[in-house]
């Protein structure tokens, strides 16, 4: 973890106008292409929310900026970001799960479960006090979505990046999901956005790479 020199900071100006808004939020929901995915996943017998959470945890650890948090009147930036991911229980209420970060993925795989798990016999929706290290994965797989929106803290505002995606669906020959990412304009432009959905993309593309690290 490091932490940043405002005073000397690129983006110094930007901060301080976006930090100064009762709302600074942005939200960005486009679809991805999952087709060259799915058929790999199936043929490994995989699960496909166990994939996402990795892919979207992959990627945005792959952001500076969305790992980057807002302490106060400090910016600091996190080495890794954990997962914290949202798990459905029995009485359909849920709980949240959050796990350390590995870019390997059948250890990810295995913590992931442990935690629906673990998150099943006791769920909790309370964060881990003092920890700011993660970023909110949910789902919503009954809905092709193509927008959403989140309950958010406005006094003060968050630094948490917060990712969903929604019930994958065909057209043409293609199989698309929608993918959502909401954080806080005052460290993440749209730019740093753009990165992130580029990276996605990448691994849904190309799945036999993480795979088989």
């Known amino acids: 973890?490091?932490?940043?020199?405002?005073?000397?900071?690129?983006?110094?100006?930007?901060?301080?106008?976006?930090?100064?808004l009762d709302?600074?939020?942005?939200?960005?929901?486009a679809n991805v292409d999952l087709t060259y995915l799915l058929p790999v996943i199936k043929q490994r017998n995989l699960s496909l929310?166990?994939?996402?959470a990795y892919i979207t945890t992959r990627s945005a650890n792959?952001?500076?900026?969305?790992?980057?948090?807002?302490?106060?009147?400090?910016?600091i930036e996190h080495d890794l970001v954990r997962p914290s991911y949202t798990v459905l229980t029995k009485d359909d209420t849920f709980g949240f799960a959050t796990i350390d970060y590995t870019q390997v993925f059948s250890t990810f795989s295995q913590r992931v479960?442990?935690?629906i798990e673990e998150t099943q016999v006791d769920p909790s929706i309370l964060d881990e006090p003092g920890r700011d290290d993660m970023i909110f994965l949910s789902t919503i797989?009954?809905?092709?979505f193509t927008q959403i929106s989140h309950p958010l803290p406005l006094n003060p505002p968050d630094s948490f990046p917060r990712i969903t995606w929604g019930k994958h669906?065909?057209?043409a020959d293609k199989v698309l999901m929608p993918l959502s990412l909401c954080a806080n304009h005052a460290l993440v432009d749209g730019l740093h956005i753009g990165r992130f959905f580029e990276g996605v993309q990448a691994l849904l593309d190309q799945p036999q790479e993480f795979l088989d690290e």
């Open 49 to 52: 929310f166990t994939t996402l």
């Open 113 to 115: 479960q442990t935690g």
């Open 169 to 171: 669906f065909s057209q």
């Open 141 to 144: 797989t009954w809905i092709s």
């Open 62 to 75: 792959e952001i500076p900026e969305l790992r980057q948090r807002i302490r106060g009147k400090q910016v």
């Open 1 to 20: 973890m490091k932490f940043i020199d405002i005073q000397t900071w690129k983006r110094r100006d930007h901060f301080l106008h976006f930090h100064s």
């Open 23 to 29: 709302f600074p939020y942005l939200n960005i929901t």
